[in-house]
């Protein structure tokens, strides 16, 4: 699920928060989705396009899943949400960063989502050992790495859920933070299509409603989808 983002996947509670907190709204392009990101310091919310009736949200340090049920809300801890889909630990990706070789700039520039950016090509070895190499461009712009950190912990919440290990991620988020610079865009993974540093509509990163245990009938349902 959180491929998409693959080496930003450690950012959670290894990124020093800045002084003052960006807030903003985001258009990303994931792969093949749509994600709408909402963020206010160390709060945000995940919209995905073709899923109108869920959302992913993080309050303070956790993760809900937010999903509609008899015309009400449903908040249900996230992190147990991605046990019961992944049915336990889950392997990564082959292609998975699991140590970070190099972040170096190529001396280009690219504007992404009406933002300059710096081109850096990133080097590292994936799960499997194989040395790889992509292109990414990075911004200095506070709304911009206030964005990756939100998408960043809450893919590590996730990961962990799923007892994924995220030590080479972490790497890349270590130098993206001492090199004060946040993600634009990376391949064809991931890129930012508008971005708006304005805060998010009143109540949006709020609980809907009280978290509540999954129904067992639910659980039964959703791991059968799962399977699919």
């Known amino acids: 699920m959180m491929r998409w983002i693959g080496w930003l996947l450690a950012a959670g509670g290894w990124i020093a928060p800045a002084v003052v907190l960006a807030a903003g709204v985001a258009t990303v392009q994931a792969g093949d989705r749509t994600l709408t990101v909402s963020f206010d310091g160390p709060d945000a919310r995940v919209d995905v396009g073709g899923i109108g009736q869920g959302y992913l949200l993080m309050r303070d340090g956790k993760l809900y899943s937010v999903m509609r049920a008899a015309g009400r809300p449903l908040v249900m801890d996230g992190g147990a949400m991605a046990r019961l889909l992944g049915g336990g630990a889950s392997q990564p990706a082959p292609d998975m960063i699991r140590s970070l070789t190099s972040l170096q700039p190529t001396g280009a520039r690219e504007t992404v989502a009406g933002r300059a950016g710096a081109v850096y090509t990133v080097s590292y070895r994936d799960e499997q ?35 994924q290990p995220a030590d080479g991620a972490r790497q890349v988020l270590d130098a993206l933070e001492e090199k004060g610079l946040g993600l634009l865009a990376y391949e064809q993974q991931f890129r930012v299509q508008r971005l708006a540093a304005t805060p998010p509509a009143p109540g949006s990163l709020d609980l809907p409603a009280p978290p509540t245990q999954l129904p067992p009938e639910l659980g039964q349902f959703l791991q059968g989808l799962s399977r699919q």
């Open 129 to 163: 050992g194989r040395d790889r190499s992509g292109r990414g461009v990075l911004s200095k712009q506070p709304e911009v790495r206030e964005l990756t950190r939100a998408l960043g912990r809450m893919a590590v919440l996730l990961q962990a859920a799923a007892g």
